[in-house]
């Protein structure tokens, strides 16, 4: 899947119930004009929800999904150049992703668009994460500010859609590297991209 593409996600319904919804990958904030943006919205970094324009009303109104994937692709750049890695689930189980989502009505038209963005943590200190993404040569090794996605256990999933803040956040963390079966993409190179 790419950003901007349709895809699934699930959120809490108005009964509490879970609820599968398809919505853009690219979370299109309120104040939005149009639907097309300029600027990217599919990831959001958890350490800016609270301030971010596009993500604190969907953080303040308990606005959380999960995103199903089965796998997602990250870029590695310690050869010099991109290689794409796959990154699945060492038990075989599909990834439960944390992402926020958003309804924006066009104020013109009236359609109504669902989309979500998913979340990003800090991974400096994660053994195989930190090694992802493309260095910045101005940055020391422990402050390149690495990224990765976050991953919501299978019996945390209902603390996440329904849960307070509080016992959100405290879901939000690394995933352990051994829970990670991880390899370059066979056959795919530095132009093409997906997740």
Not at 20 to 29: A, D, E, F, R
Not at 44 to 68: G, L, M
Not at 79 to 86: A, F, L
Not at 106 to 131: F, W
């Amino acid at each position: 899947m790419y950003p901007r593409a349709l895809g699934p996600f699930v959120r809490a319904g108005a009964e509490g119930e879970r609820e599968l919804v398809v919505g853009q990958w690219s979370l299109i904030p309120w104040f939005a004009k149009t639907a097309k943006l300029t600027y990217a919205t599919n990831n959001a970094r958890f350490e800016e929800i609270t301030a971010k324009a596009s993500y604190k009303q969907p953080w303040q109104r308990a606005q959380r999904c999960i995103i199903p994937a089965l796998s997602f692709d990250e870029p590695c750049w310690e050869t010099g150049r991109n290689v794409w890695w796959t990154f699945r689930r060492a038990d075989g189980e599909p990834w439960g992703l944390a992402g926020l989502w958003n309804t924006w009505t066009d104020k013109e038209t009236g359609e109504v668009i669902e989309s979500y963005t998913m979340l990003t943590q800090n991974a400096d200190a994660h053994p195989l994460m930190r090694r992802m993404h493309k260095p910045d040569p101005k940055l020391p090794p422990d402050r390149q500010d690495k990224r990765s996605v976050v991953a919501i256990e299978p019996t945390d999933v209902d603390q996440w859609l329904r849960g307070s803040h509080d016992e959100a956040a405290k879901l939000v963390r690394l995933t352990p590297a051994e829970m990670m079966a991880a390899a370059p993409v066979p056959g795919v190179d530095s132009g093409n991209k997906r997740r």
